[in-house]
């Protein structure tokens, strides 16, 4: 392979955060980087880091269609266009925008009903399909086994009762996919025993967290349902003594592939948070996620905006591959499977 191609398949294993609401936006942020092929974009409503807070990509349905229009046209490749769409505390496209209400993942745990999770999924799925994203971050795998957890504070965790989940979870999933929308699990290994919050600082459950939080992902990936994870940043030091799920080949490469048999993408947590941004250097971060075996790497770019995030990021790929610390095989392993996702919902 030349290096045009290797650039062209390393940009696919980027997802970056972006602000922009309208068309002429877009096609500057493209302009810019036109020579970084990007995989994917992700969607916020807010600009958090603005004071008060404005408006980040979404501010209504007609306005939110246009800008994936715009998206689409001017990228080199069809992208996944993203977006963290749980219902209740997380929910993006809110009903102050003009979309739907959307019931929290905890209140359908509470209703426990799933012909309401299915109809509030087909919505949500119908939703994101007609606006033109195709990738959301849900839904949440975490059990509620410490209700004062920072997940099940916001009321991001279904149940701590796993049939119940993986049975709820399975329709969520199936009715995005029949929508051609890919839904992410998170946070695996399962953080739903944490009681801190890994935006903030390292977040450790070594003592708390139980094997019960990976049955979920071992019954649905058996199903063949899921096709993609993120990860979590938590540290497990009986899984890893050193290094933090989304760095650990012991979690992802032996637990989640080999021993799991997970054949999908694996999509990093934002590796800007502070559970790893304060202990590891950007080059030390994408170096351990590859070697792990992260195919894509989900900076939100809104915690702290960079306009220059993804050259950063591009770059610093670029350099790993030519200074020989990442390989060509690793490279397009994960672009085989990034495409294969993109082909499954129709958009390579």
Same mark, same amino acid.
């Given at each position: 392979?030349n290096s045009n191609e290797i650039? *062209?398949?390393?940009?696919? %294993?980027? !997802?970056?955060?972006?602000?922009? @609401? ?10 810019? +980087?036109?020579? !970084? ?55 993006? $496209? ?14 359908? /745990? ?5 012909? !309401? @999770? %299915? ?15 195709? $990738? ?31 049975? +709820? ?12 929308? !890919?839904?992410?699990?998170? +946070? ?7 009681? /801190? ?10 003592? @708390? ?22 990860? *979590? ?12 799920? @989304?760095? #650990? ?18 999509? *990093?947590?934002?590796? #800007? ?30 915690? +702290? ?21 990442? #390989?060509?095989?690793?490279?397009h392993t994960s672009y085989k ?5 993109k082909e499954s919902i129709g958009?390579?």
């Amino acid at each position: 392979m030349n290096s045009n191609e290797i650039k *062209s398949m390393i940009g696919q %294993m980027i !997802i970056i955060g972006i602000r922009a @609401t309208n068309d002429s936006d877009v096609k500057t942020f493209f302009d810019r +980087h036109n020579e !970084i092929s990007v995989g994917g974009i992700i969607l916020y409503d807010q600009n958090v880091t603005t004071k008060p807070w404005s408006s980040h990509n979404i501010i209504n349905p007609e306005q939110l269609i246009e800008l994936n229009k715009s998206l689409q046209f001017y990228s080199k490749n069809p992208l996944f266009i993203g977006i963290d769409q749980e219902g209740g505390n997380v929910n993006r $496209l809110n009903s102050s925008y003009g979309f739907p209400n959307f019931k929290s993942w905890g209140e359908l /745990g509470r209703i426990n009903d799933l012909k !309401i @999770t %299915m109809s509030q999924s087909s919505l949500m799925a119908e939703t994101l399909s007609k606006c033109g994203i195709n $990738l959301n971050f849900a839904p949440v795998l975490d059990l509620k086994i410490n209700e004062n957890s920072f997940i099940a504070s916001e009321d991001r965790c279904f149940s701590d009762d796993v049939e119940e989940l993986i049975k +709820h979870a399975g329709e969520f999933i199936d009715i995005h996919l029949k929508n051609n929308v !890919i839904p992410v699990c998170k +946070h695996f290994p399962g953080q739903g025993s944490a009681s /801190g919050d890994s935006h903030e600082g390292l977040v450790d459950v070594t003592n @708390t967290w139980q094997k019960s939080e990976i049955q979920p992902y071992k019954t649905l990936i058996n199903n063949d349902s899921i096709k993609a994870i993120m990860t *979590s940043h938590l540290i497990h030091k009986k899984l890893d003594n050193d290094l933090p799920a @989304t760095l #650990s080949s012991r979690v992802l490469r032996d637990l989640l592939r080999s021993e799991m048999g997970f054949k999908g993408v694996i999509i *990093s947590d934002d590796p #800007s948070m502070g559970a790893i941004s304060k202990y590891y250097s950007l080059k030390e971060t994408l170096l351990l996620m590859i070697d792990a075996g992260v195919d894509m790497f989900c900076f939100g770019n809104n915690l +702290h905006y960079d306009q220059n995030l993804l050259k950063k990021v591009f770059k610093i790929l670029v350099e790993l591959y030519e200074e020989k610390k990442i #390989s060509e095989d690793q490279i397009h392993t994960s672009y085989k499977r990034i495409m294969a996702l993109k082909e499954s919902i129709g958009i390579n």
